[in-house]
């Protein structure tokens, strides 16, 4: 089964405003990664969050990380038509080997 | 560094038959994970392999799948006597050495059509 899975499935929002995408997990992590897929195409890693991090910025996106409730959040701050793709958490667990496994993403449309 | 290069990049194969996808990962990169997408779907995990070695194969079907990745060349996946529902798009990731770094650099995927 997958371990992460994001909310909301579908988010459409205006160029301009601000889009958040929730992610929950199960287990222990050593890392939280997002990745975006545009359709057709490969993943691109965004964004990194190790599990002794609160919250990280690149650019317009802001992710946050609580481990005591097992989610993360994939902020992006004025959103272009550009931004629209589909947006999966990854998690890789705490000790073992390098696992990586992927929620069921959320798809984003930006209107201009 | 040309990235995680995958190939063929779209298959069409009739039921029965065999398919085989390559994916040569980025330079440098020991790691190779293979995932399954459906249509509107997340991708799920099939296997991962390092060099000549088979690390987890727990997404993978027990019959008609199997991955290697040798010492000299690509890392294949094997799909044997394919059925319908084998149609999906197939990503290749790799990965580096360093410890704990688990960023995953994705192919363009192998688009696979059983007819």
């Known amino acids: 089964s997958q371990q992460g899975e994001e909310d909301p499935q579908a988010l459409s929002i205006q160029e301009g405003e601000n889009a958040t995408m929730n992610c929950s997990y199960k287990?222990?992590?050593?890392?939280l990664q997002w990745y975006r897929q545009n359709s057709g195409r490969g993943l691109v890693h965004l964004i990194l969050?190790?599990?002794?991090?609160r919250e990280k910025h690149s650019g317009r996106l802001r992710v946050t990380l609580d481990t005591s409730k097992k989610s993360s959040s994939l902020l992006i701050t004025a959103s272009r038509a550009a931004d629209t793709a589909s947006y999966f958490c990854?998690?890789?667990?705490?000790?073992?080997?390098?696992?990586?496994?992927f929620g069921i993403g959320t798809k984003l449309q930006v209107i201009p | 560094n040309a990235g995680v290069m995958q190939n063929p990049r779209h298959l069409v194969r009739r039921r029965g038959q065999e398919a085989r996808l390559r994916c040569s990962p980025m330079?440098?990169?020991?790691?190779v994970y293979w995932y399954r997408q459906l249509p509107e779907e997340g991708l799920k995990f099939m296997v991962y392999?390092?060099?000549?070695?088979?690390?987890?194969e727990s997404g993978m079907p027990k019959e008609r799948f199997s991955a290697e990745f040798p010492k000299e060349g690509p890392s294949i996946l094997r799909i044997q006597q394919v059925v319908r529902g084998d149609s999906a798009a197939y990503f290749c990731?790799?990965?580096?050495?360093?410890?704990?770094?688990?960023?995953?650099?994705f192919g363009a995927g192998s688009r696979l059509t059983v007819l």
């Open positions: 990731a790799s990965s580096p050495d360093s410890p704990g770094a688990n960023v995953l650099t």
């Open positions: 287990t222990s992590i050593n890392n």
């Open positions: 969050i190790r599990s002794n991090e």
């Open positions: 990854a998690t890789v667990p705490s000790g073992g080997y390098q696992k990586v496994t």
């Open positions: 330079k440098g990169h020991s790691h």
């Open positions: 392999l390092q060099k000549e070695n088979i690390i987890d």
